[in-house]
């Protein structure tokens, strides 16, 4: 989770997901952004798919390497129809609050997820989702925080890493995201953003500093259903998402 949109959420859950899987763990995806889904795109797994109801709930998509997925966009009626609540043109802030943390609720509550070694929540920008995750499961793991250089993403996600220590989530530790671009010639490694060092943040926070990850261009071009990481486990960003997953992965056992 982050505080900011746009420092690659989504993108890195998908990612952590698919070298989890690599390692034989059963994972799951709970895309909990419901105005911008995207974790079914990129898992390969859209509206077209036909969800079946059985008595122990909803059968979850099932996307690349054989993780489980369940997003609103898998609900909608085509990839450009957005999420309307009913009524919402006079709905109070506090209405389209409730009406969207009940979806998330269902989403989680009423898919039939099976046996999972990991459960992903990839969460929307901001913090105040946390309170709804955090109510639906009481012995949350813990909460992994994305940022990326800039000063104000940095700036945004302590307040983010604030919230979670006020409401008692372990956090998992911090993942630089875009930390350095990935030159597709050489490999060699150059500064993207102009910021604060992203570890003296953690440092100051007294959180793991657990993930630093290159931009690589590739990872934009992946097609959807075919992960970055899986793809290119040889490179620079593939062996620093494994480093972060290591790090994940002992936290967790701990």
Same mark, same amino acid.
């Given at each position: 989770?982050?505080?900011? $949109? $746009? /420092? ?15 390692? $034989? *763990?059963?994972? !799951? ?6 105005? !911008? ?6 898992? %390969? ?43 919402? #043109? ?23 997820? $099976?046996?999972?070694? *990991? ?13 709804? =995750?955090? +109510? ?19 700036? =945004? ?10 409401? %008692?989530?372990? =956090?998992? !530790?911090?993942?630089?995201?875009? #930390? ?9 490694? !150059? ?15 007294? =959180?793991? *500093? ?13 097609? +959807? ?10 490179? /620079? ?18």
């Amino acid at each position: 989770m982050s505080g900011k $949109g $746009g /420092v690659g959420k989504s993108s890195i859950t998908a990612n952590i997901a698919s070298c989890l899987a690599d390692r $034989g *763990y059963k994972v !799951g995806i709970l895309d909990a952004d419901l105005n !911008g889904p995207s974790i079914g795109h990129l898992l %390969g797994v859209g509206n077209d798919l036909k969800l079946e109801t059985k008595n122990d709930g909803i059968e979850p998509g099932n996307g690349y390497q054989g993780i489980k997925i369940m997003s609103m966009d898998m609900l909608l009626k085509s990839e450009d129809t957005p999420v309307m609540w009913t009524e919402e #043109a006079d709905a109070t802030a506090v209405w389209v609050s409730t009406m969207e943390s009940t979806a998330i609720r269902e989403l989680l509550a009423d898919t039939n997820w $099976g046996e999972l070694d *990991y459960l992903l929540i990839d969460m929307p920008p901001g913090s105040d989702r946390i309170d709804n =995750i955090r +109510s639906l499961i009481p012995e949350l793991a813990g909460a992994v925080e994305i940022t990326i250089p800039s000063m104000l993403s940095q700036h =945004i996600v302590t307040k983010s890493i604030t919230k979670n220590n006020k409401m %008692g989530v372990p =956090i998992i !530790g911090l993942v630089e995201n875009m #930390a350095t671009y990935v030159c597709p010639h050489c490999e060699k490694e !150059g500064k993207l953003f102009a910021g604060d060092d992203v570890q003296k943040l953690t440092e100051r926070k007294e =959180i793991p *500093y657990i993930g630093k990850i290159p931009f690589d261009t590739r990872v934009s071009q992946s097609k +959807s259903g075919n992960l970055f990481y899986s793809e290119f486990k040889d490179s /620079v960003t593939a062996k620093a998402i494994a480093e972060t997953v290591d790090n994940i992965e002992n936290f967790i056992k701990k």
